[in-house]
Structure formats: C-alpha cells, structure tokens
C-alpha cells in the first residue's frame, strides 16, 4: 500500500473501507472467485491435468486436443481422460492421470445405461452437484456461467460507464441546447420497456454475447449519464471551476483535470450496483428463454432447469445459493465503497 | 407552482409519442407478424390437403389475399403512417384488435385488471405496513441484535431480484414440503366453495407470490425509513427536544418521525404502475393471469396491438406517477419549491 503514491484522502478512503469488515471480506472473496474463475479449466474440466504415459508427461489442459492414439488408444478424437485414468489403473503399468476435481467439462452429456438424468449430487462419480436434466455436470455449468455472467457485467459496466461519462459530462458541462436534447432521450429511453424490447429482439434473432452486449448497452447507458450530468453540474458552479476558467484553462482541461476527478466518487460508488445488476438482467434472460444461445452455461438456464425439474432439488438449491452469495456480497461491498466515500455519522441517544 | 405541474404533464405528451413510436417501429421491423403467421398456418392446412388429393399444390396464400390480410393488419403502410394511424385509433380509445384472440385488445386488458390490483394493492399495503414500522425500529436499536439480524434478511431481500425469491419459495413451500399451491390465482373447485372457502382459497394462492412480490420493494422502503429516520434523530431539533425534558419516545414519534415520511411520500406515486404493472416474472413463475403475464406471452406469441396497448397503459401510468410522486413530496413538505 505504502509503495503507490496515493494520496491522503484516497489512502484514507482505502482505510475506511478496509476497516468495514464484511465489505472488506467480501471484496477478497469475490476478487479471489473472479481470478480464480479465469483459471477455471484447472478445476473444472474433462481434460486432465497431468497425464504421465510411458515415461513422458502431458499437460492436456490449455492448447489443442489430444487424439486418443498419444495413449496408446484406438480413436483419433480426443482422449476421454476418465477412462484412460481407469484404464492405466486397471494396467498397473506405471502410467497414471491427474484428473481435477470435478472432472467434467460444461458441455458433455454423462449418460450411463438405465439412469435418466438429471441425477442427484455423488461424489464417487464426480458430479459434487449432481447432472441436470441432459446429464451435464451441474457444478461446472455453475463454474463457467458465472464466469460468463461476471465478464459480461464488467464488460456492460465499461462501455455503458464510458457512454454515460462522456454524455453525461458534457450534458452538465456545455449545458444548453445538448443538455434539453439529450434530457429529452433519457425520458423517453427511461420509459421504454427495455425487457420486452430485448425479447422482441432476442426472439427474432439468437443473440450471442456481443449482441446481447450490445442491446443491453443501447439501454444501459442512461442511468449513468443521468448521475454524471448532476453531478458535473454542480462542480461547474464550484468556485474553482471559476477560478480554473479565470487563469485561463480551456474546457477539456477543465473537464479532464477538475470535474472527472471530483465525481470520480459516484463513478466508483455505483460501479458494484452495475455489476449486480448486469448479472441479474443477464440471468432473467437467460430464465426466459431470450439469452444467450443454447448450450452456453448459464445461471439463468440453470434456474429453468431448475423451475421446470422441480423435484431435482439440488439444480435450483446450486444456483440460487450461488446467487444469493454474490448478490449479497456485491452489495456489502457496494455498501462499505459507499460508506468509505461518504461516511455517514449518525447521533445515537442512549 | 401549478404552472411547474401544468408544464410536467405537458411533458408527458411528447415522451409518450417517442415510447410508443420506438417500440411501434420495433414491432414493425420484426418478421413474425401476424401475415406471416397465417401464411404458415395455411401453408400446412394446405399441407394436408395436398397430401389427400395428392396433387402439388401452389403457394399456400395468393399475393392477393396477402395483401388484403397485410391491409386488414394495417401493414401495408410504411411505419410512420402506419404510426399515425394507430395513434388515430388510440386517440378515441380504440386499442385496436389482437392477432391472436381475435378479441379487442380493451377487453383482453380488462379482463386481467382484477387480479393484477388485488396483488397490488395487497402488496403496497403490507410493503407499507410492515416497512415504515421495521424501518423505525431499526434506526432506533441502530447496532443492536434486533437491527443487525433483520439487517441480513434485508440485505439478501435488496441483493435477488424477487423473481428468485419466488423460485426459492415455489421450490421448498409448495414442491418440497407442499404448504401451498404452484400457482394459479385459485383452485379448481373454486365454484364449489362457500364464500368463507372462497376467501381462504384466494390467500392460500396469495402468500408465495406476495412474499416474492415484496421482497423486491420491501428492503428499499425499509432502508429508506431506516436512513431518514436516522437523519433526522441526528438533527438539532430533536436534539433540542430531548434537551428540553421531552421522553425519547415522544421526540421519535412526534417530531422526528414526521419528517422521516417524507422520502417515503416521494416513492408514494410508483405504486400507481406498481398496482398494475407488477412484475411478469413474478407472474410467469407462479402462472398468474395478471398484466404482466399478457404482456410477456403477447410478446413471445408476436401479438403486437395488446403488446402496444399494453404499452400505452403501462407508459401513461408510470408517467403519471412520477408527477404524483412530486405533487406528494410538494404536499408533504413545504419546503420543497418546485420551479
């Protein structure tokens, strides 16, 4: 901490929001679950992690298949590593695999003979979730749908805050003309039913992620805009916007190098409620039917499995507990970033 | 003050013609509709029919007839003039006529009315009740047991959206453990019952979705309380009041507490489309015939008029209700100036 060069309101700021103990937790955690959700085929994953075989080591996980003739087998698609792990046992030759700890990928279908998925959480066969109603492993689609639904929001979060700066600035700066106009769009985009939009869209063309993106960006912009224009309206009526303006600074400086700065607090404030709430418009649309494409792993798909196969408890409990956990913890860290920027002291009487 | 009211209501006019305008070129630019619909089905009556005689036949709708099926729908017209049609017929109330019931869209609407306001009202009623209540009590045992458990209940209230509040709820109440039904607004054998059994039956159906429907408005309302409340214990005035000998109790509730309302009266104009908009996630899950259920399927079955039509409630209600929110904000507190 003491290496950056921070200064003394910021490191105050970072102080009071570390001393906010379930934001502060929070925070760890959900950083922690979103890198470690980058490296999420070392965990999560049909491909083996190490695979000793005559001597040599193989490392399947990133990179291109592995056909079944590098083991020794008699296909030329990729290895199944759970069976070659069986397999290699059975031999006793010296040759093993390393499989992680949920040896499923989201996609595959794990169908035994005589069993209808979905089937309920086991250990021993490695669905710590058990399957849903096609047979995939439920943890894994859990896994990758959140790292899905994660990047999409802080994806949506950029584009919409960089939209909603840059008009919202200068709707507040220039004032006028461009300020009514766009005043004008905000009301009538803030009354435009923007799920039925998205659905009529949706139903008519499969979206993928970058056009799902895109739509939701088309209506996602205004809120920030909205909170920018207030508040760079009121710093331009600061005195040291003024005195800025008297020694002669241009407008771009000003902007850059006064406003901005000084609303940087809403920006940071409301970044964690974006967040939640692009995971939650994200996953009704996936609920509904109108998201991303099929066999894309998802919450939401995981949520109509779920309604739709009521008695396989364990589908719907994965994925709400999910929920629930990083909803609420986005929240207390919105909150405690809140409470750091604009601590609230309240009078108590005994 | 009045001419600040007169001028937002004349507002609502030209917001109103560029929400209903976008979605109308929307559903315009969207294939689908309903000539292509029947297109499809006569294709596969026809389909049939070749198969019998076992002749080829030819396409299944002459150009003619589609032309006169596009004219019937008012869609041989380009969208803006097809738009100021529309707004011809909404101007003396003609909502026009589904695609899909062959019924006026009016009455599609109507019918869903009943529900829709019972699960609105009941819902702003018990959001207030137990709310403002919650709300006190816990900007006065700030920091407490009391304040910190319900805190978490809230907290997880604010952070789900209430549609999987009801997932939860329909999973373990009425799947898991049966208590109450799946859904549906009342039971089969409705008609049988007497009045009393009657009553009981609509709120047996009632309490799952009206949990889901609260959870959603409840944690704001609360916190919202929770926070003004504080705010003004904090104030001079109340200070004051203590100072001078009055009970705390009576510096809550008669002083500060007034003023406290007044940030709930600015939420006070929302329910208007709250009552009847609901939520139709809500609605699809527990399969209730509200609004926004109508919404939802007519969309999804490309049934546009209802879609507008819904449009047009929808919009002039949430307009409306913002301006409500700001006449109650300015009865409430003098103070407020509005320009």
Not at chain 1, 201 to 206: F, G, Q, R
Not at chain 2, 84 to 102: A, C, E, P
Request: charged content about 15%.
């Amino acid at each position: 901490m003491t290496t950056l060069p921070l200064d003394p309101l910021t490191r105050k700021k970072i102080h009071r929001f570390r001393s906010i103990k379930r934001g502060y937790y929070s925070a760890i955690f959900l950083a922690a679950a979103i890198l470690l959700s980058f490296g999420a085929e070392l965990f999560v994953n049909s491909r083996a992690l190490i695979v000793r075989y005559e001597g040599r080591f193989h490392f399947p996980t990133y990179g291109s298949i592995l056909p079944g003739t590098t083991f020794g087998l008699d296909y030329r698609y990729e290895t199944k590593y759970r069976e070659l792990k069986r397999k290699f046992k059975a031999e006793g030759r010296g040759n093993w695999v390393l499989l992680p700890p949920a040896p499923y990928n989201a996609y595959e279908n794990d169908l035994t003979e005589g069993i209808y998925p979905p089937t309920a959480p086991d250990a021993g066969s490695g669905h710590w979730l058990g399957t849903d109603s096609t047979g995939r492993d439920v943890l894994a689609r859990l896994v990758y749908g959140f790292r899905t639904a994660i990047v999409f929001s802080i994806l949506l979060l950029l584009c919409n805050y960089t939209i909603g700066v840059t008009i919202g600035c200068a709707m507040g700066y220039f004032g006028g003309k461009f300020d009514l106009f766009f005043q004008r769009i905000i009301e009538i985009w803030a009354n435009v039913p923007f799920l039925y939009i998205i659905i009529i869209v949706a139903s008519i063309m499969i979206p993928n992620f970058f056009t799902l993106m895109m739509i939701m960006l088309f209506f996602g912009w205004i809120q920030m805009t909205w909170y920018m224009r207030t508040a760079t309206y009121k710093q331009k009526s600061r005195e040291y916007v003024l005195a800025a303006r008297a020694m002669g600074a241009s407008d771009p400086y000003i902007i850059f190098q006064h406003i901005i700065p000084n609303t940087i607090s809403i920006i940071v404030t409301f970044m964690p409620f974006s967040i939640s709430s692009g995971v939650v418009v994200l996953t009704s649309l996936d609920y509904l039917g109108f998201g991303l494409p099929a066999p894309t792993p998802s919450w939401g798909e995981l949520l109509r499995q779920g309604t739709s196969n009521l008695d396989a408890l364990w589908i719907v409990s994965s994925v709400v507990v999910s929920m629930i956990l990083l909803l609420t913890m986005v929240t207390f860290v919105g909150e405690a970033v809140r409470e750091a920027f604009d601590p609230k002291k309240h009078t108590v009487y005994e | 003050m009045s001419a600040y009211f007169a001028r937002r209501f004349l507002l609502i006019l030209p917001t109103f013609l560029g929400v209903t305008m976008m979605v109308f070129a929307v559903t315009r630019f969207v294939p689908g509709g309903p000539v292509e619909r029947m297109i499809a089905e006569a294709q596969s009556m026809q389909g049939d029919q070749v198969r019998d005689s076992g002749k080829v036949g030819q396409a299944a709708l002459s150009e003619e007839q589609i032309q006169d099926l596009k004219e019937y729908y008012g869609l041989d017209k380009p969208v803006l003039v097809g738009y100021v049609l529309w707004l011809k017929k909404i101007l003396v109330l003609d909502l026009g006529i589904s695609t899909r019931y062959n019924e006026p869209v009016w009455d599609l609407i109507k019918g869903r009315f009943p529900i829709s306001i019972f699960y609105g009202t009941v819902t702003m009623v018990l959001t207030y009740m137990i709310c403002i209540p919650l709300g006190i009590l816990k900007a006065i045992k700030h920091k407490t047991v009391i304040d910190n458990i319900s805190s978490i209940f809230v907290f997880v209230g604010y952070a789900i959206p209430n549609y999987v509040v009801g997932i939860l709820m329909l999973v373990l109440f009425a799947s898991y453990w049966e208590i109450f039904p799946m859904g549906g607004f009342t039971s089969e054998n409705f008609d049988e019952l007497s009045r009393f059994g009657q009553m009981l039956d609509i709120l047996h159906h009632a309490v799952l979705p009206l949990t889901a429907y609260m959870a959603g408005s409840f944690a704001v309302m609360t916190f919202l309380m929770k926070n003004s409340l504080m705010d003004n214990l904090a104030a001079d005035y109340v200070r004051t009041a203590i100072a001078k000998g009055n009970d705390f109790r009576g510096a809550v509730l008669k002083h500060a507490l007034r003023n406290s309302l007044i940030p709930i009266a600015t939420h006070f104009g929302n329910n208007v489309s709250m009552i009847l908009m609901g939520s139709f996630l809500v609605e699809t899950i527990f399969n209730i015939n509200g609004f926004g259920l109508l919404g939802f399927d007519s969309i999804v079955e490309r049934d546009y008029p209802v879609v507008m039509g819904i449009l047009v409630i929808s919009s002039l209600l949430f307009l409306v209700g913002n301006i409500l929110s700001d006449i109650c904000v300015a009865v409430v507190d003098p103070r407020v100036q509005f320009k």
